[in-house]
């Protein structure tokens, strides 16, 4: 079956520390997102790539960091700079003007 | 002004009725729309893409009027398994999606 698999399910993170997020998908999409979702909020973007190798910044790219070395994959990082992490996070993929489909996302809290 | 508009609700409404829900655009070069729908404490599920000339899916039609800039979606004989945030969004072009802070409906028995 073709998806988007978003690890882990919840993630605890320390003051101070560095946590990284993993998405994959296998549908063959060039174009995969990040977005933060707070509680009673809409989706808000913090990175995309529309490539391998090459990703842009969305409206929220403070404290976060993306790769893109693989078409399948676009782990983010939630740097110690980004002050109040919890959240949680979803990542998709699309393909063209299609719409975009969702992993079933990872809840971060701080520790 | 919010790029993407929608009234967050909630809407509450018996089994059975219909209810429709509206989305403002403020970017007129605007492509593509969509309706999701999310439930709670999951991710966003697409519930249908919205072309110019209208479409239908079951108890569920979609609108888009370009010229005002608003897109509609019309849920007939509500069921209860409708229950659940329903989010507009706009694909502005360049692949940049504008998602909507959702419309909360509650189908009750």
């Known amino acids: 079956d073709g998806g988007i698999t978003q690890s882990p399910k919840y993630l605890f993170r320390k003051e101070g520390q560095n946590v990284t997020l993993s998405c994959e998908q296998n549908l063959n999409h060039d174009a995969m997102y990040w977005y933060r979702q707070d509680p009673g909020q809409g989706l808000r973007l913090i990175y995309y790539?529309?490539?391998?190798?090459?990703?842009q910044k969305g409206d929220i790219a403070e404290g976060y960091s993306v790769s893109r070395e693989k078409k399948e994959s676009f782990p983010l990082t939630v740097t110690s700079a980004q002050k109040n992490p919890t959240a949680f996070y979803l990542c998709a993929s699309s393909r063209g003007e299609g719409p975009q489909h969702f992993g079933d996302g990872t809840r971060l809290s701080i520790l | 002004r919010k790029e993407v508009e929608q009234d967050p609700g909630p809407f509450n409404v018996p089994e059975g009725a219909t209810v429709a829900f509206n989305c403002t655009y403020s970017?007129?070069?605007?492509?593509?729309f969509f309706w999701y729908r999310q439930d709670c404490r999951k991710e966003p599920k697409l519930l249908m893409s919205?072309?110019?000339s209208g479409n239908e899916d079951g108890r569920f039609t979609a609108q888009l009027n370009r010229a005002s800039q608003y897109i509609s979606l019309l849920i007939r004989d509500s069921k209860l398994s409708d229950s659940a945030t329903y989010l507009c969004?706009?694909?502005?072009?360049?692949?940049?999606?504008?998602f909507g802070a959702g419309t909360r409906l509650t189908v009750k028995p």
């Open positions: 790539s529309q490539i391998v190798n090459d990703f």
């Open positions: 919205v072309y110019s």
């Open positions: 969004v706009v694909r502005e072009g360049n692949n940049d999606m504008r």
């Open positions: 970017n007129s070069a605007s492509q593509s």
